[in-house]
């Protein structure tokens, strides 16, 4: 794995004996905190996600059926998308407060938000008019549709937009690091301040990067199980 | 609403706009250490993308390195670039930005190359253009709108991004947020979400003023809806 290789490298490079970019003395004693870290990461992570996909999905729905609606609705998440994910944060945490992580989870949802809608509205565009035609002329109502034609052939698209999602939600959950709730962010900016103890924050990024890798991995997985729709096992 | 009063009353100050680590110097450090990694990204992804577009090759490098660094997050890579040889100042936080500014740069250098019609190529090869010629002559000038498409995101990305190097204590406009959650709620409510409105407005105004040139970059003809490669933002 090239992040091994990466942390063999930095190891000759520390100058200080005492403060090593790795060390399994660390791992050892701090099992619990960064266990903790790594639940809490992953629990914001699905939360946002799952979160993001009942708002996103739907959304993406009414664009598809009323197209006037297409530009506000894209519009409006792409402006979310581009408030920098600090500011979004700083916008929730006066409103929602601090002590909860429910700030960060507002913030994650918020983000991940334009990457789903855009997916799912992409993939419900392209699909193949004979379809839609057959569809029509078997006699289903607008709900039949969507759900035994529409949205199962669209599944490849809305599932490129969640992996987009949890990979780049994955990587955003460490800035809640900066009121406290930032899962695995909170073992890098945490080494950070105390005195630059390069263990803890290389765990953390290393646990981080292959969460996300590992959390696309699975959903990839979880698409090629889906992919054979052709049985009509799913209703 | 207290804390949008008490954002008002912040702005409203003229010293928190002229003071040293005031706004007006924070807009500074935050434009110039954005201009510095865009500007890094794209002589080290232009030359790069636009040579694997003529050769036809890489693709996949292109596509590899766009997924793992949407993996990597911005906060780790801004905690470790100043503990190793690099040193702590301006030049860490300058090229954690400008690593998350090459993919944008580099795909839409290779997908202007590659989208080009394989009958202008022809004609140029006809005319007897060199390889060479034929990458400055005709397919760089024919890639010109996707170069600008890929320094709009990679520009908004970077500024989005450089709010966080508040977390480093690396200057920019992030550093009015952290310096009000560092005060509290109670104290630094309105300074947070002050700080949180000029982080978003300049974010949303480099988003416009660079849509206008990318408007402007791009011949008329080709003005279509096209599609704009935008790569998630790992900020």
């Known amino acids: ?235 | 609403m207290n804390a949008i009063e008490q954002a008002i009353t912040w702005l409203n100050d003229p010293l928190n706009w002229t003071n040293p680590g005031g706004i007006l110097d924070r807009l500074g450090e935050h434009l110039w250490i954005s201009f510095a990694a865009v500007l890094i990204g794209c002589v080290v992804a232009w030359p790069i993308g636009l040579w694997l577009g003529h050769a036809g090759r890489g693709g996949g490098v292109v596509v590899l390195i766009s997924n793992v660094t949407l993996a990597i997050p911005t906060v780790a890579l801004l905690t470790i670039l100043p503990l190793t040889a690099l040193g702590f100042g301006r030049p860490p936080v300058i090229l954690a930005l400008a690593v998350f500014a090459v993919p944008p740069l580099l795909a839409n250098a290779y997908t202007g190359v590659r989208e080009i019609d394989p009958e202008a190529r022809d004609a140029a090869r006809g005319m007897g253009l060199s390889g060479f010629q034929l990458l400055t002559r005709v397919e760089l000038p024919l890639a010109v709108p996707f170069l600008a498409t890929g320094f709009r995101t990679a520009s908004v990305q970077v500024v989005a991004t450089a709010a966080l190097a508040s977390f480093v204590n690396g200057g920019g406009l992030g550093q009015i947020i952290s310096a009000g959650f560092g005060l509290g709620m109670s104290v630094g409510g309105g300074q947070i979400l002050a700080g949180a409105l000029l982080v978003a407005l300049l974010a949303l105004s480099i988003e416009g003023l660079l849509a206008l040139v990318e408007r402007a970059l791009t011949p008329r003809p080709l003005r279509r809806a096209r599609r704009s490669r935008r790569r998630p933002a790992t900020s």
Request: with cysteine.
């Open chain 1, 1 to 235: 794995m090239s992040s091994r290789q990466w942390m063999l490298s930095s190891v000759q490079y520390a100058d200080a004996p005492g403060n090593p970019w790795f060390s399994w003395q660390y791992l050892r004693d701090n099992s619990d905190t960064v266990v903790s870290a790594l639940v809490e990461h992953v629990s914001l992570t699905a939360q946002a996600v799952v979160l993001a996909a009942a708002v996103g999905l739907p959304l993406a729905v009414l664009a598809y059926w009323f197209r006037p609606l297409t530009g506000p609705i894209l519009a409006l998440s792409g402006v979310l998308y581009t408030i920098p994910s600090l500011a979004l944060l700083a916008f929730v945490a006066p409103l929602v407060g601090t002590t909860r992580p429910a700030s960060v989870l507002i913030a994650l949802v918020l983000y991940a938000l334009l990457l789903i809608v855009r997916n799912a509205l992409a993939g419900l565009n392209q699909l193949p008019t004979e379809v839609l035609d057959a569809a029509q002329g078997m006699g289903y109502g607008r709900f039949a549709r969507l759900f035994r034609v529409d949205l199962p052939l669209a599944v490849p698209a809305i599932l490129t937009g969640l992996r987009l999602a949890t990979v780049s939600t994955v990587a955003l959950v460490t800035v809640g690091s900066l009121i406290g709730y930032g899962g695995l962010g909170d073992l890098i900016l945490g080494g950070f301040r105390n005195n630059f103890y390069k263990a803890e924050i290389l765990t953390g990024t290393v646990l981080c990067v292959a969460l996300g890798l590992l959390l696309d991995l699975l959903l990839a997985g979880v698409g090629r199980l889906l992919m054979p729709w052709t049985r009509g096992a799913r209703r």
